[in-house]
C-alpha cells in the first residue's frame, strides 16, 4: 500500500469519527427537542428541557460543519456527487436546521403563548426532520445506491425512501430520542427527570426494535462487493453489538441507572457508525446494481499534499476544540432545579 492510499483510508476513517461525533453529540439534542411535547406539563419544564442543551446545542453543531469540510477537502468527489444525488433531502436537513437554530433564540423574545408555542413546534420539527433523514442517508450509503457508470446517483429524493431506508430512519430517530431522554434524566430533576426516564424506557423498546430490524434487513439484501473490501461478517457483527448496546441501556432504565444506559446508547451509536463505515468501505458511494460503479476513496480523493496539509492542520487545532468542548460541558455540569414558587408569586400568576 503507498503512503498516498495510507492517507486516503486515515482520512475516510477520520471522517467516520467525526460523523460519530457529530450524532453522539447533537444526537441528545435532537432527542431532547422531539421528547420534550410529551414529558413537558408546563412552561417551565419547557425551559428546564430547553436549558439542558440551551449552552451547548451550537458548540456540538461544529462537528456537523467540521465533518462537511473535511469531507469537501479530502475527497471532493465524493463531496459533490453526495450533494447533487441527495440535494433535496439534505436541503430539508438545512432548513430544518435554520429553523431549529432561531427557535432558541427567537422564543424568549416574547410572553405570548401562541409566539412561544410556534418556536417550540419550530424546535420540534427541526430537530424530527434530520434525525430522521441522517438515519435514511446513511441507510442507503450502507445499502448502496442505483449508480450509473459515472458514479452518478439520478433517483431523487423518491429513490431514497425505499423500506430498507425508511426503517432506518426510524431507527436513528428512535436512538437519538432515546439517547436524549436519557440525557434529560441525567441533566434535570424532579418530575422532568422521571418523565424523561419513563420515556426513555418507552423509546428504548422501539429502538432496539427498530436498529435491529435495519441491521437484519441491509444484511440480509447485501449488495455488490467492491475490490478490497472488508469481510461483510465485520460490519454485521458491529451492528449487532449497537443492537445489543441498547438492549443494555433498555434494562439499565429499569435499573435506574441512568448514567450507564446513557453511555450504552452512546455505544450504540459508535458501533453503528463503524458498521455503516466499515460496510461502505472502499466505497464512499456504493453501488447497488454494478460494483463497478461504485465511487471508491481512491478515486474521489484529493490530491497527496493536500491531505498531508489537512492532517497538519487537524492535528495542531483539533486538541483546541475537544478543549473548549469539555470545558464548556464541565462549567454547565449542574442538573437543572425546577424553581421554587412562593405564595406571592403564585397569587400574582
Known amino acids: 500500500m503507498t503512503p498516498f492510499s495510507d492517507l486516503n483510508t486515515t482520512w475516510f476513517a477520520l471522517i467516520g469519527l467525526l460523523w460519530t461525533g457529530y450524532f453522539f453529540l447533537e444526537g441528545f439534542d435532537y432527542g431532547v427537542a422531539v421528547v420534550t ?38 475527497f471532493p468527489l465524493w463531496y459533490a456527487r453526495l ?75 423518491p429513490g431514497l425512501l425505499h423500506p430498507i431506508a425508511i426503517v432506518g430512519g426510524l431507527a436513528s430517530l428512535a436512538v437519538f430520542v432515546f439517547h436524549g431522554s436519557l440525557f434529560l434524566s441525567l441533566k434535570t430533576s424532579g418530575d422532568v427527570a422521571r418523565r424523561a426516564r419513563r420515556a426513555a424506557g418507552v423509546v428504548g423498546v422501539a429502538a432496539v426494535a427498530l436498529l435491529g430490524g435495519a441491521v437484519a434487513w441491509v ?61 461502505m468501505f472502499p466505497a464512499v458511494l456504493p453501488a447497488s446494481n454494478r460494483a463497478a460503479n461504485a465511487l471508491t476513496i481512491a478515486a474521489s480523493a484529493s490530491q497527496h499534499n493536500t491531505l498531508i496539509v489537512m492532517t497538519i492542520a487537524a492535528a495542531c487545532f483539533t486538541p483546541f476544540v475537544l478543549a473548549y468542548q469539555a470545558w464548556t460541558y464541565w462549567v454547565f455540569r449542574q442538573r437543572i432545579i425546577r424553581p421554587v414558587a412562593t405564595p406571592g408569586a403564585a397569587a400574582a400568576s
Open 37 to 74: 411535547p410529551f414529558i413537558a406539563r408546563d412552561e417551565t419544564d419547557r425551559r428546564m428541557c430547553l436549558n439542558a442543551v440551551g449552552p451547548v446545542w451550537d458548540g456540538n453543531e461544529v462537528w456537523l460543519i467540521v465533518a462537511g469540510g473535511a469531507m469537501f477537502a479530502a
Open 83 to 157: 450533494f447533487s444525488g441527495f440535494y433535496l433531502a439534505l436541503f430539508l436537513v438545512l432548513i430544518a436546521l435554520i429553523f431549529r437554530g432561531i427557535s432558541f433564540e427567537f422564543r424568549q423574545h416574547d410572553d405570548r403563548q401562541s409566539w412561544r408555542r410556534t418556536w417550540d413546534t419550530a424546535n420540534f420539527v427541526g430537530s424530527l426532520i434530520p434525525a430522521f433523514v441522517w438515519g435514511v442517508a446513511f441507510t442507503n450509503l450502507v445499502h448502496g445506491l442505483p449508480l450509473s457508470p459515472g458514479g452518478h446517483y439520478f433517483g431523487g429524493l
Open 219 to 279: 444484511a440480509e439484501a447485501g449488495r455488490p462487493a467492491v475490490a478490497g473490501s472488508v469481510s461483510p461478517v465485520l460490519p454485521l457483527v458491529l451492528g449487532i453489538g449497537a443492537v445489543a448496546a441498547l438492549v443494555a441501556a433498555t434494562a439499565l432504565v429499569v435499573a435506574h441507572r441512568d448514567g450507564w444506559a446513557f453511555a450504552a446508547t452512546g455505544t450504540a451509536i459508535l458501533a453503528t457508525m463503524g458498521a455503516v463505515f466499515g460496510r
